[in-house]
């Protein structure tokens, strides 16, 4: 139990494009569902955190929007980066908590961004 | 706030050998910990975690961490590593404001030499 999907695994664009990364959890409900990001050799940062049905809260430094997140329903959550520069390759992966246990987040497998 | 700390940035065992990975937190209350492996390209995945009860934990993949707080520690055990253990380690807690977010520590990169 506690699968968390994500799609695309890895992605090449075009500097000036918007990439759409989806996250789901596919077995249980996810209340909560937190984008990381993650630089070579190095931990997760958060990006935002979002609730279904809400506004994603942002974490300082992280552009709003630039990283659009929508958490439509309590399976699927996504992240849209607009025009996207080289910079903004890196891992991406997302975690999501669900109603029964609160204080574990469940993570996908991650997606590769590359910019050109 | 809280935090942890993972001293050892790399760690190589050999295969068969016994691992001891550490995590020292840093927070008044009993706080909730976890750790969680990550291969490479990969996402995390939960080892194991303490909230309360009993300081020892068992985690999947033959792991196991215990607490405690005399010592401000949460170490990951294995007594046998396998070539498949080489991966990303990272222990992490729980910010107590109202999202519940992770802080991780910084990760500990385990090499499993023959």
């Known amino acids: 139990g506690a699968v968390v999907s994500q799609h695309p695994s890895w992605v090449i664009c075009k500097s000036g494009t918007s990439v759409k990364i989806e996250c789901r959890s596919l077995d249980f409900q996810a209340t909560t569902m937190f984008w990381y990001r993650q630089f070579p050799k190095q931990s997760l940062m958060l990006m935002a955190t979002s609730n279904e049905g809400s506004k994603a809260t942002y974490e300082q430094g992280v552009e709003k929007d630039k990283f659009l997140i929508n958490h439509a329903s309590l399976t699927l959550s996504t992240l849209t980066v607009t025009s996207a520069h080289p910079e903004d390759s890196s891992f991406y992966i997302c975690s999501a908590r669900g109603l029964e246990s609160t204080d574990t987040q469940y993570f996908g497998p991650g997606t590769r961004l590359t910019v050109l | 706030a809280q935090s942890v700390t993972q001293p050892d940035i790399h760690i190589t065992v050999s295969e068969g050998a016994s691992l001891e990975l550490r995590c020292n937190y840093s927070?008044?209350?009993?706080?909730?910990l976890f750790w969680y492996v990550q291969s490479p390209g990969q996402g995390l995945q939960l080892l194991l975690k303490?909230?309360?009860?009993?300081?020892l934990v068992q985690g999947i993949k033959g792991f196991e961490a215990e607490f405690k707080r005399s010592q401000s520690s949460f170490n990951l055990r294995k007594p046998s590593v396998h070539w498949s253990d080489a991966a990303e380690y990272f222990c992490a807690t729980v910010d107590g404001g109202a999202t519940n977010k992770l802080i991780f520590g910084t990760g500990t990169l385990l090499a499993v030499q023959p």
């Open positions: 303490y909230f309360s009860g009993d300081t």
């Open positions: 927070y008044g209350a009993t706080p909730y």
